[in-house]
């Protein structure tokens, strides 16, 4: 069973953009259908389990390192065609794409994603999603995987908001958070059980000499 596909102009990209318009983020608590859900869920056990997964690093180019004081879980990038699921969602997130450039006038070329895996006690300490040297990413997009999640499970992304303190957001399985990559740091709080999710950004073309 498939997600439906969805246009640009879909309500629910509209509310996305106007969102970010408006506070720079978005919550999207029924984004994708259980059955999508729970596909992607399965898909990203299964390459788990095959030892696709791999610790994830911070930093960039070759200055990466893997430092799990800081970051803690493994992933693995996502390309088209691996999977129906994943292809389906990257299917989405193009349309969101469109969305985003016809509203915000972002000028998005690409999407980026990766699966990613917390183990228990695993997390993310603070930090933004764009890089120093590399100003590419401009819109971050986080959607979770994880059924029958519950508060005392912990686990939640923690968004520290220039006007409005910090906000926490529970990873329950096909809720969406997108914001905008270099303005709003944020973190994984550790959880008490494996904790799934795509983890994707939106690029423009970088600011490169010749």
């Known amino acids: ?88 969602y990257l299917g989405l997130m193009d349309s969101l794409r469109e969305a985003l450039n016809r509203g915000l006038f972002l000028g998005l070329e690409d999407f980026e994603c990766h699966f990613a895996m917390y183990p228990p006690g695993a997390f993310y300490k603070r930090h933004v999603d764009r890089f120093r040297d590399d100003d590419r990413r401009m819109v971050s997009a986080v959607i979770y995987l994880n059924e029958q999640w519950l508060p005392e499970h912990g686990g939640q992304l923690r968004m520290y908001l220039n006007d409005q303190g910090q906000y926490d957001v529970l990873p329950v399985g096909g809720r969406l958070v997108v914001f905008l990559s270099g303005e709003v740091p944020h973190e994984v709080l550790p959880a008490t059980r494996e904790r799934l999710s795509l983890t994707g950004w939106f690029r423009r073309r970088g600011n490169e000499p010749f």
């Open 1 to 88: 069973m498939r997600a439906m596909q969805i246009t640009s102009d879909h309500p629910l990209l509209l509310n996305i953009v106007d969102d970010l318009a408006a506070r720079g983020w978005s919550q999207q608590n029924v984004f994708l259908s259980e059955a999508l859900t729970l596909e992607l869920a399965a898909e990203c056990r299964k390459r788990a389990a095959e030892g696709e997964l791999a610790p994830a690093a911070v930093g960039r180019g070759p200055a990466q390192e893997i430092r799990e004081g800081i970051r803690g879980d493994h992933i693995q990038w996502l390309e088209p065609g691996q999977a129906g699921a994943s292809d389906t």
